[in-house]
């Protein structure tokens, strides 16, 4: 391979692994703001978040799989970028923390709205044991009318 093409596909490399940097730390930013808007429950923010979170995870992919390719045609290359790659991954296990958390924030909520529906609909909430006319014990998971005027 020419010196010329080896400069070239190092300064590419060089460019990716810093576009990597860059869409994982805009990646952090909007987990971030993803978790803020589910503090806030502001539907419109969590969305804008949710949308920002899938294209920049399309794009990380995308930019690996250059990155990948360039190691392939360049493998002596890998040395130079190790640092900045090591911050990339730092960043992206963050990144995994972070949605980690932000998941489980949400698991929390809509076991919450779960729970709120079924004691709406007379389905659920809190069962309570209790003795039925014949004097076994039952569930009561409705109300039930007791009397009539």
Do not use: F, I
């Not at 429950?41 to 949710?50: I, T």
């Not at 992206?92 to 809509?110: A, T």
């Amino acid at each position: 391979m020419g010196k010329l093409l080896h400069h070239e596909l190092e300064a590419a490399l060089d460019a990716v692994v810093e576009d990597l940097h860059r869409a994982a730390t805009e990646l952090s930013a909007t987990l971030v703001a993803e978790r803020e808007a589910l503090v806030a429950a502001d539907a419109a923010a969590l969305d804008r978040a949710g949308s920002q979170k899938q294209a920049l995870m399309q794009r990380l992919e995308e930019l690996d799989a250059e990155r990948v390719q360039m190691l392939k045609l360049e493998p002596t290359a890998a040395a130079r970028t190790e640092p900045r790659w090591r911050e990339v991954l730092g960043l992206l296990r963050g990144c995994h923390e972070m949605n980690q958390r932000n998941g489980s924030l949400v698991s929390q909520r809509l076991a919450q709205v779960r729970e709120a529906l079924a004691v709406l609909s007379g389905q659920g909430g809190e069962a309570r044991s209790v003795y039925g006319p014949g004097g076994e014990v039952r569930t009561a998971l409705r109300s039930h009318h007791l009397a009539s005027a």
